[in-house]
């Protein structure tokens, strides 16, 4: 069995773009994903054109805020890889970007299939590896260190090991494009506290005529 330098779990943005990154710095990347193409929910968003990020918050703090709790904890990420640094990520890779009312970023040619396309390129470029129809069964734990994964199953009984994994399979949002949850049961087996999912965003059918 193959052992790569990293193995990531889920080929959404967050995947895809460190399994780009980590590709670029030398490691040997595999990324397992279960839906028959990467980036599914990426393709989707702004409504196909892809919103990156938002240069009205250049101030991380400001930017942070905006998740309440969670804002203390991502200062540190965002200091290092903010809304900045996110564009001269896509830029030297050639995409061309435009900055909308209220600070919005999309690509130039309002196609998020152009971001995927690019993640894509910088992976397999330097020699990492996707696989598609791959979902992941189980995960087994180190019998060294019981917070640390050593190798994954796949439904099919395939086994990958790698000296790191990424889990980025996304949360419980949009289960018909793959995030589904799946991570939850793998987290708190390795000792992470989960706490329960609650809807955010929901759709409401209205009967009312004024209000369409």
Request: hydrophobic share 40%; aromatic share 8%; with cysteine.
């Amino acid at each position: 069995m193959k052992i790569y330098d990293l193995l990531i779990i889920g080929a959404g943005p967050a995947g895809l773009i460190a399994g780009a990154r980590a590709s670029e710095l030398g490691a040997s990347v595999l990324i397992l994903e279960k839906n028959a193409q990467a980036g599914t929910k990426l393709l989707m968003t702004g409504g196909g054109r892809c919103n990156l990020t938002n240069l009205n918050f250049l101030d991380i703090r400001d930017f942070a805020s905006n998740y309440q709790s969670a804002a203390n904890f991502l200062l540190s990420p965002l200091s290092r890889f903010g809304p900045k640094e996110l564009c001269s990520f896509f830029g030297e890779g050639g995409l061309k970007l435009k900055e909308e009312a209220k600070g919005r970023v999309f690509p130039e040619n309002n196609k998020a299939r152009s971001v995927l396309d690019l993640l894509l390129k910088k992976i397999e470029s330097k020699g990492g590896e996707i696989l598609l129809k791959a979902e992941v069964e189980k995960i087994t734990i180190s019998p060294v260190d019981l917070k640390k994964i050593d190798q994954v199953e796949l439904k099919d009984g395939r086994l990958f090991g790698a000296k790191n994994f990424l889990i980025a399979s996304g949360g419980k949002a949009y289960p018909l494009t793959g995030s589904s949850g799946d991570a939850y049961s793998w987290l708190r087996k390795l000792g992470h506290k989960v706490i329960e999912p609650q809807p955010g965003l929901t759709p409401i059918k209205i009967s009312e005529d004024f209000i369409k």
